[in-house]
């Protein structure tokens, strides 16, 4: 059973930063890639962030220059730092993992930028 845990949402001002973090059930590397997406209120959910196993990412245009994702693999852990954040950043944010044809998600963690 893979399971996929979020952490680090938070309300934070315009400007701000916060870092997020997925803990992977098992190890990391069984998984081709690792995403970050986001649903804001109204919203379909949209990807914003991928890493694959080699290291290389790519960003939605929408946070590419702010946002970095990053993985522990020791820890099998990813993260999403979070900087310049936007009103517009607000919504839940939300882990995915996909191996094989099978894509596994978290439960999300919820970003609010507001003044």
């Known amino acids: 059973q893979v399971q996929l845990l979020e952490s680090g949402g938070a309300s934070v001002q315009p400007g701000g930063s916060l870092r997020l973090s997925c803990v992977v059930s098992?190890?990391?590397?069984?998984?081709?890639?690792l995403r970050w997406y986001r649903q804001a209120p109204g919203n379909q959910r949209e990807w914003i962030a991928i890493?694959?196993?080699?290291?290389?990412?790519n960003y939605a245009n929408s946070v590419k220059g702010r946002f970095t994702i990053s993985r522990d693999n020791a820890k099998n852990t990813v993260y999403l730092q979070m900087n310049s954040l936007k009103p517009e950043d607000t919504a839940v944010y939300y882990c995915?993992?996909?191996?094989?044809?099978?894509?596994?998600w978290g439960k999300g963690t919820l970003v609010t930028v507001s003044s």
């Open positions: 995915n993992a996909f191996s094989n044809g099978m894509d596994y």
């Open positions: 098992g190890s990391i590397f069984r998984f081709n890639v």
């Open positions: 890493i694959t196993t080699g290291g290389a990412t």
